[in-house]
Structures are given as structure tokens and as C-alpha cells.
């Protein structure tokens, strides 16, 4: 309602003052166009709401005295691929209708009904009329409210007389516009695919974009040509967007981010729509001046038709330069029945003027629905109402069991309900009553008929609620009034989605939506829209013996070849006569499966259906590239220096093995021809100490093995780090064991964290490709018979326990981490065994300490040799160098005791210092007595002598050690130099 009250109410008042206006309403499925146009059940939309208004104001003005004549007029089209259909008219009509140009009321449809209603309630029922006729041509046609464009137009004729005496019409045309879903305009996921969304589908909202964009660049002083004339849409909604109408644009967005960008893309459409400036007028002009006009248009067109001298048709105000010569020479050759065309619908126009409104109404009066007489139906007999995946078309098809027996199928004869559609046969299914409950059960042999999901071949009870589905498109669900009305339980509404996720939970998925991610839940939308579709594709398959078949495959980033992504919904493509098959992403499938239905629609109107081979949705380059299967590749091990050299599995997509590749993945220097290998014994215990150094290595792909026959060409690609050029092998032909002794350096001359983190963590995606091999002959086939076996088959090995082996995502990485850690435990246990013999050999000289230098030498040693040259420096060591350092050395360790432990130390080095005191001065003592007595034999010469070489003795060893301190930069008093013996 604030919608309506923000914008509807704005559209009538200009409606009242005769003005033409047009509401169109923009944005992606599913952010609320047509709720906000139309509404849902209760929930009323500016189109209903806009139609009840204007009747209470008519009612108002009436009773207050006016005596001006008030007359409404409804009609109701839509455009699907181009064609415009009269939703209003339940026969199709071929091709649709022609679009066509009236000099001053521009472009219009020819043919369209345009009814006259006297009440809100005439204009509810002429609603529902032409809803059903839509949802009819949606099961057919697959044009629901999200890739179909629907314009209900309705005029609002105001008669009165004039100061002069005159009649005086003032007339206002109302356009209210649900687009299609703006994604459609694009082709995601769809580059470089030939088939694009019916080949019409998007030209109309992409024509839009460009008619915006032009009318903007032209407010803004810009000349530029408008496109009108590029599509059925933006013909009709000429004058809304640049000519006599007051515009309003709803730009729906939705609050997903998942549609950022699409949300971004439409604010971007609604800013250059701003920008556009319409000049509106009041339509009013006397009803004699109107017909006098016309009969003078007429005159002129019935001389132009005799002489031949046809011109190009303007509207009022338009320029010619605003069509190109093609356009030009296309509509020269149209002409004669363009001025045919207006001259009938001039004709027609005049009649009506001179009809009462009262007369009008009496005559549509005859051929209107019943809308009243069959909810009253509804209440009492048992019948079957239609679901949809649009919303807005569930619950308007309707097929009541008021007979003991009631029988559907596709023939026209020996049958009561005629249905048509994929897989539906001739004599389909027959409803039977037995005691006030209705039963079901197929008609032939072979039959395509579900209930709740299950697939039934014998006489099934049906119970109130209960789903079923004839064929691949026609969804039902069974309504039994007085079951509903005794029965004490609570029936819930039932939807498409819910008929979607049972057959999806009957078929195997997990569809439960509890604890789900994102991703997960995601994926289940993807997997319920692809169910049917792929059904659908399957039976257009079998009924046009296209030989192809197509399954859903559920497909990871590792079994795509990609290293990141989330699981997708694909589909395969198999052709039963070569079995040749292709891969098809979500959107490529989808654009093709609209031009199957094309291809089934004119089969069945009996119309050329076969397409050129450039333009088959069943076809595909039977020359095209295959991916064969992926392969991990885990990296962790160059981050340690570590070679692999391994044999790992080809998965597919399905993650079933089919083939080995052998790899290698080797440490090498800067050319990549010196190889380090294990006996180089080059190894770093963690991989930051690769940060900021050189790191090289080949990435060697050898060959794979036991690949499948049926390919030719066969090569792996892959693409490294940040880099996304692919790196490729050569191309082995006619082999299932490939050998390409291909071997790619990568070489990085300085490493950053984020380089070493990628090598650690990461992997590269080995992609094998090849091309299906040409057969050598075709397989004669019959589709629906292949189809039939194959879901025998499938329903035999379904329950089978096989021995196929399916891909875990952990399984290669798991397995590459075991090599490299088996290989550094290999390393480590040399390096303890080295460190062993370490210490028996300072055992055995009964050394107590062993000198740092020498522990890291035994540690870094990286051959057998250089370990044991250090182990060899052992029995020259001296347990310590002196006194001091040996108390320097125990007061530092004595810093990392306790408190108690660091006391006695203490002590004990004051006593030492005590006894060496006391040793000094017993020295000096002993020298006073030497002196005091004169040696035996010996001169004061040969004293001084003595005393000298002793001097040098000391200073020579005080000297080596401070060497030796500073050449392990070892400070005397605060780190030890040795290592204890325990």
C-alpha cells in the first residue's frame, strides 16, 4: 500500500487531468517487480490497486451530481521473444501480433482487444482471464513473469460538453509495465557459447538500456539517435519514454549480497532514466473534431493504396533521421499493409465513437468468464489446480472430477482433458471415483506419471494435497474439498518449490534445509531449477529423436580443474549414437533448452521445426576440447627443499578415477639443469627461512597412464600462482598412456611471505584435455528406447554395490604430506644418529664438555663425512680453558636456577677466591725464603731468565683464550662456551 500510495495515486490524478502515464517497474528476479506491480494473494499491487481507486472516484463523482459520461477500457498483452501475445484472446495467434505505426497515435498492436468494463470487479475477472491464458502458454513456452515483458493498458475516457456546446472526450492512457528479469539481458556464464537465450529474449531489455541511455545523452545536449525501432518494447513504450506520457520507474533491488552487482547495475539504470524529460499534454479534443480526423486520414490512405505513392509513416514530431537505410528500405516493403492496417483500425475507431459505452458493454457482456461460478465450484467438487515456478501463474488452470472417470492425454479425441507437453502421450492418465475418493493411474504402458515424487505404473489412491505430475512440465495438486473440510489436520499451502524438493529427495539429493552454508543452500536452488529442466530437455529429446540425453552432475572446484570456487550444478550432454559427450555450464544449458522449446512448440503446430545445424540446440563441436580429469598437485614440499616424484589419480568430474599422472616437483638452481635431490642432503627445517632468499624448482610433467580409449590429443595444462597464462605439454594423438617429458623451471629470485605461504599451503590444478576420437561408425538408435534402457540400468546399479572409485579432496594431499614427512623424518634420523656417535665418541675420551662449535657442526652437517670430521675435533678438546671462565661459565647457568641453587654458588666462589688468596700469599712467602737464600747453581741472570719465558707462557695462554672467547663471540662473564656432559 505506500507503494501504491507513494506512486499509484500520482498515476491517477494524472489520469483524471488527461494526461497519458506509464509505470514500468525494473530489476533482477526475484527482487519484487511483479509484487510490487501486480501482488500476491491478499497483498494487492499498484495494477489492482490503481483499477478498485479509479471505480470509487467514478462512484464518488456520480453520486455528488456530475453528469459527465465516464468510460474505462482493459487490455492485457505480453511479449515473449519478440512476439507480442493478447493475453485476452485464448487462441494463439501464429508469429503473435504485428507491431504496427499510427501517424499520431504511434505504435500500437494490431489486433489487440481492447474491452470495455464497468467495474473493479470486471477488471479482476478480465485479470484472471488473461493470467490463465498466460499460464497455459507458460507450460508450453516457459515465459513466466521473470522472461516475459506484460503491459496492461488501460484508457480512462472522460465525455462532457464543452462552453461551446461541443462533446468533448478527454482521454488518458495508463501503461503499467512488469519487465523481465534485467540478469537476462546478460549471458552469464554463457562467453563464447553461439546460442543466446532464445536469440530474442534479451534484444527487448537491452534495446531499452540503449533507448535510456540515448534520451539521457540528449537532455544532456547530446544528439543522439534513439533505437526505437530495435525492438517490439521499446516501439510500444515509445511515447512513454520520450513523448507525450508522465513516466514513473520502480527500481527493484534486492537485499542479497550475492546481487551486489546487479543491484549496483540497476541504480546505474534508474540514474541515467532520471534523466530523461518527457513533454505531456492533456488529451482532450471534441469527439466531432476526432471523427472528422479520422475519416480525412482515412480518405488520404485509400488514395496513397490506389495510387501506389506510399511514404514512410511518422509518428507526430518524429524525425526521420532516427532510422537507418535498412530500416527504411524494411518498412517500404510493409507499407501496403501498414496503410491497410490503419485504415481498419481508423475505421473500427469510428464505430466505437458512435456506439454508447452501455452498448459496448452489452456486447463484450456475452463472451465474459464466469469468474464467480467457478470459485463456487472450487468449494464442493473434487478437482486439480496447476503449480508454477512463477508464482503469480500458480492456481489459475483448472480441472474438475465431477465425472466417475475422467481421463487426460494429447489426443483431441477419446479424451476428456487434452494436455499438451514434454512427454505427455496420447491416452496420459485416468482419475477414477470409487466411494468419494479418486484414484490415478497411467493410460499406456511406459508413462511419465508421478505422485508426491514417486513414479506410479499401477492404480494409485489419492489423498487431499497430494502431488502429481503428468509428463516433465505439468505440476498438479489434487484437491478433495470434503476430505479437506472433515479432516482435522492442517493442510499447508503447496508450492512448486515444495513439489521440487520432493522429487529432488525422491531422485537421491539432500534437500533438507537445516545447519546448511551459504554455498549449500545455494547449490539446492541451483539443483531444484536444473531438476526439471533437464527432465524437460530429456523428453523434447525423445519426442524429436534428437539422440541426446542429459544428466545432472554435481561438480566440485577440484573436479572443474579450479582451485577455489563453489560446487556447481552442470549438466552432461551425451550423444547416444558416438558416445561423444560435453560439458555444460548452468546458463549455457538454460540458453539452449529455450530454443528446444521453440523447436517443440513449432512440432507441435505441425510447423517446420528442424533448425540448420549453426543454429541446433542439440548440437555441439563434436571437434571440441574435452576435460578428461584434474589432478592436485600439493606444493609443501619445495617449501622444505624436498623433491616428489609421485603417480597420482585422474578424477573427472563425477570424481571417479580414470587415469594415473606421473610427476615430479624438484629443487634445482637458477638455469633448473643442476637438480637437488636427496643425496644433496639439502634441507631447511622451517619454510620462513625461505623468505627473502632465491627458490627454484621444475615442475616436471612426464606422461599419464591408462587414460580413456576413447580420446586423441591428449595434453595437461595448468596455470602457477598469481600468473594466469596456462602452461601447456605438447599434444599426444591415439594413446590412452601419453608421454610428454615436459618439465616447466619456476624460478623465484627473491621469496615473500606471501610467496612461501602460497608454496606451504597451496597447490597447483593439473588439468588433462583431449578430443573425443571421430567414430568409426554410428550407432542406429532410437532415443526414447535408449532413454528407457538407460533408466533401467540406472535403476539396477543404483542399488548396486560398485567397486568405482570416487575422489576424496583430501585424499592427494594427504598422501603428498606422508611422502614429504617420511622424507624429513629421514633426514632428522641421520641427524640424531650423528649426534649419537657425538657423544659415545666424547664418552669414550671421558670428556665432560663439548664445545658449541662443534654441536652445530654435527647438527648443520649435511653428509655423513662432514659430521664425522667434526666428531673428530672431540679428543683434542679441553674440558674448559681456565679458572674464571669456568666460574664465569657456572655463574651464568647458575642464572636460570633457582634462588637457592645461585646462593651456593655463590659460596662456593668466595671460597675459591679465599684459597687462591691464601695460595698467594703462601707463594710470596716461599719466594722471600728463595731469595733470602742463594740457589745451587744458579746466577741472577739465568733468574731473570726464568722469570721471563714463565711471563710469556702466562701471557701466551691468556692470549689464546681471549681468542677463543672472541671467536665463538662469547662474552666471558655472561654466556657459557661449553656444553655439560650428564
Request: with cysteine; glycine share 6%; aromatic share 6%.
Amino acid at each position: 500500500m505506500k507503494v501504491y500510495n507513494e506512486l499509484g495515486v500520482g498515476v491517477l490524478e494524472n489520469a483524471w487531468e488527461g494526461y497519458n502515464s506509464t509505470l514500468f517497474a525494473y530489476g533482477q528476479t526475484g527482487s519484487g517487480k511483479s509484487w510490487s506491480m501486480v501482488g500476491y494473494g491478499v497483498n494487492k499491487g499498484i495494477v489492482p490497486l490503481y483499477c478498485e481507486n479509479i471505480f470509487k472516484q467514478i462512484e464518488e463523482k456520480k453520486a455528488g451530481g456530475e453528469k459527465t459520461e465516464y468510460e474505462v477500457t482493459f487490455s492485457m498483452l505480453e511479449i515473449y521473444n519478440e512476439q507480442i501475445r493478447d493475453l485476452l484472446d485464448s487462441k494463439t495467434r501464429k508469429g503473435g501480433l504485428k507491431c504496427r505505426q499510427h501517424p499520431k497515435q504511434g505504435f500500437y498492436a494490431e489486433g489487440l482487444k481492447i474491452v470495455p468494463v464497468s467495474s473493479y470487479v470486471d477488471i479482476e475477472a478480465k485479470t484472471e482471464e488473461g493470467t490463465r491464458n498466460r499460464t497455459v502458454a507458460s507450460t508450453a513456452m516457459n515465459a513466466t513473469s521473470s522472461r516475459a515483458h506484460t503491459i496492461v493498458g488501460i484508457t480512462f475516457v472522460q465525455k462532457y460538453i464543452n462552453a461551446a456546446g461541443e462533446e468533448t472526450a478527454k482521454t488518458s492512457i495508463v501503461n503499467l509495465v512488469d519487465l523481465a528479469g534485467s540478469e537476462r539481458a546478460e549471458s552469464t556464464g554463457a562467453t563464447g557459447d553461439r546460442l543466446k537465450e532464445g536469440a530474442a529474449i534479451n534484444q527487448s531489455l537491452s534495446c531499452l538500456g540503449n533507448c535510456i541511455a540515448a534520451l539521457a545523452d540528449n537532455a544532456g545536449g547530446k544528439k543522439t539517435r534513439v533505437p526505437y525501432r530495435d525492438s517490439v518494447l521499446t516501439k510500444l513504450l515509445k511515447n512513454a519514454l520520450g513523448g507525450n506520457s508522465k513516466t514513473i520507474m520502480i527500481a527493484a533491488l534486492s537485499p542479497a549480497d550475492i546481487n551486489y552487482d546487479e543491484t549496483l547495475s540497476t541504480l546505474r539504470y534508474a540514474d541515467r532514466a532520471k534523466q530523461i524529460k518527457t513533454k505531456s499534454s492533456v488529451n482532450e479534443d471534441p469527439t466531432a473534431q476526432l471523427i472528422r480526423e479520422l475519416q480525412e486520414e482515412n480518405e488520404r490512405l485509400k488514395k496513397a493504396i490506389e495510387s501506389g505513392n506510399l511514404t514512410i509513416i511518422t509518428g507526430e514530431g518524429e524525425e526521420d533521421d532516427d532510422m537507418s537505410e535498412e530500416e527504411r528500405e524494411k518498412i517500404k516493403q510493409e507499407l501496403d499493409e501498414e496503410y491497410k492496417s490503419i485504415l481498419d483500425k481508423n475505421q473500427k475507431e469510428m464505430e466505437e465513437m458512435k456506439k454508447t459505452f452501455e452498448e459496448r458493454l452489452k456486447e463484450q457482456g456475452a463472451g465474459g468468464t464466469d469468474l464467480a461460478d467457478i470459485k463456487e465450484k472450487q468449494k464442493t467438487i473434487p478437482h486439480i489446480y496447476n503449480l508454477n515456478m512463477d508464482p503469480q501463474l500458480t492456481g489459475h488452470m483448472f480441472h474438475f472430477l465431477d465425472a466417475p472417470s475422467k481421463s487426460f492425454g494429447a489426443a483431441t479425441e477419446g479424451i476428456d482433458v487434452t494436455i499438451h507437453g514434454p512427454s505427455i502421450s496420447m491416452k496420459h492418465a485416468v482419475f477414477t471415483e470409487t466411494e468419494g475418493k479418486f484414484s490415478v493411474e497411467p493410460m499406456e504402458a511406459n508413462v511419465r506419471l508421478l505422485v508426491n515424487g514417486k513414479a506410479i505404473g499401477t492404480k494409485t489412491q489419492l489423498s487431499h494435497n497430494d502431488r502429481i505430475i503428468f509428463g516433465t512440465t505439468k505440476y498438479f495438486v489434487y484437491v478433495n474439498p470434503k476430505e479437506r473440510d472433515s479432516s482435522k489436520e492442517q493442510y499447508k499451502e503447496i508450492t512448486f518449490e515444495m513439489a521440487q524438493e520432493e522429487l529432488a529427495k525422491k531422485s537421491g539429493f539432500d534437500v533438507e534445509g537445516q545447519n546448511k552454508s551459504r554455498e549449500d543452500v545455494l547449490l539446492q536452488e541451483d539443483l531444484l531449477e536444473m531438476l526439471p529442466a533437464v527432465e524437460e530437455a530429456n523428453a523434447i529429446s525423445e519426442e524429436l529423436d534428437k539422440k541426446r540425453r542429459f544428466e545432472i552432475m554435481i561438480v566440485s572446484p577440484e573436479a572443474r580443474g579450479e582451485l577455489s570456487g563453489r560446487t556447481e550444478v552442470m549438466v552432461r550432454m551425451k550423444d547416444l549414437e558416438t558416445n561423444h559427450e560435453w560439458v555444460w555450464p548452468r546458463q549455457k544449458f538454460f540458453n539452449r533448452k529455450f530454443v528446444m522449446q521453440e523447436m517443440y512448440n513449432e512440432f507441435q503446430e505441425g510447423d517446420p521445426w528442424e533448425l540448420p545445424a549453426e543454429k541446433d540446440p542439440f548440437l555441439d563441436d563434436p571437434n571440441a576440447e574435452f576435460h578428461i580429469g584434474s589432478v592436485k598437485v600439493w606444493l609443501q614440499s619445495i617449501s622444505y627443499m624436498i623433491d616428489t616424484k609421485e603417480q597420482l589419480e585422474v578424477t573427472d568430474f563425477k570424481g571417479n578415477e580414470v587415469g594415473l599422472l606421473n610427476l615430479e616437483v624438484v629443487p634445482c638452481d637458477k638455469t633448473g639443469k643442476k637438480e637437488i635431490t636427496e643425496d644433496d642432503d639439502v634441507f631447511i627445517e622451517s619454510p620462513d627461512e625461505l623468505v627473502g632468499k632465491e627458490l627454484n624448482f621444475n615442475v616436471k610433467l612426464l606422461g599419464c597412464k591408462g587414460l580413456p580409449n576413447k580420446f586423441t590429443d591428449i595434453y595437461a595444462k595448468y596455470t602457477f600462482y598469481l600468473d594466469k597464462k596456462l602452461i601447456e605439454t605438447k599434444k599426444i594423438p591415439n594413446t590412452i598412456n601419453p608421454d610428454w617429458n615436459f618439465t616447466q623451471l619456476h624460478a623465484v629470485p627473491k621469496c615473500t611471505q606471501e610467496f612461501i605461504k602460497y608454496v606451504s599451503e597451496g597447490a597447483i590444478m593439473v588439468q588433462i584435455w583431449g578430443k573425443f576420437k571421430p567414430p568409426k561408425e554410428k550407432k542406429k538408435v532410437n532415443t526414447k528406447d535408449s532413454m528407457i534402457n538407460a533408466g533401467l540400468q540406472k535403476a539396477a546399479t543404483h542399488n548396486a554395490n560398485t567397486n568405482v572409485k570416487k575422489y576424496d579432496a583430501d585424499k592427494m594431499k594427504y598422501m603428498m604430506e606422508t611422502a614429504m614427512l617420511r622424507k624429513r623424518q629421514e633426514k632428522m634420523e641421520k641427524k640424531l644418529v650423528w649426534l649419537r656417535k657425538m657423544l659415545d665418541v666424547a664418552a669414550e675420551h671421558k670428556k665432560k664438555k663439548i664445545s658449541t662449535n662443534i654441536i652445530k657442526g654435527v647438527y648443520d652437517a649435511t653428509t655423513a663425512d662432514t659430521a664425522d670430521k667434526c666428531i673428530a675435533m672431540i679428543p683434542g678438546e679441553k674440558d674448559s680453558d681456565s679458572e674464571g671462565s669456568s666460574s664465569s661459565s657456572s655463574s651464568d647457568s647458575g642464572s636460570s636456577h633457582s634462588s637457592s641453587d645461585s646462593h651456593k654458588k655463590n659460596e662456593d666462589g668466595e671460597k675459591k677466591k679465599k684459597k687462591k688468596k691464601k695460595k698467594r700469599k703462601k707463594d710470596k712467602s716461599n719466594d722471600k725464603a728463595k731469595s733470602s737464600s742463594p740457589k745451587e747453581n744458579s746466577s741472577p741472570k739465568e733468574d731473570h731468565k726464568k722469570k721471563e719465558e714463565k711471563w710469556e707462557r702466562k701471557k701466551s695462554a691468556h692470549d689464546t683464550s681471549r681468542q677463543e672467547n672472541k671467536k665463538q663471540k662469547i662474552a666471558p662473564k655472561n654466556t657459557a662456551s661449553t656444553c655439560v656432559l650428564l
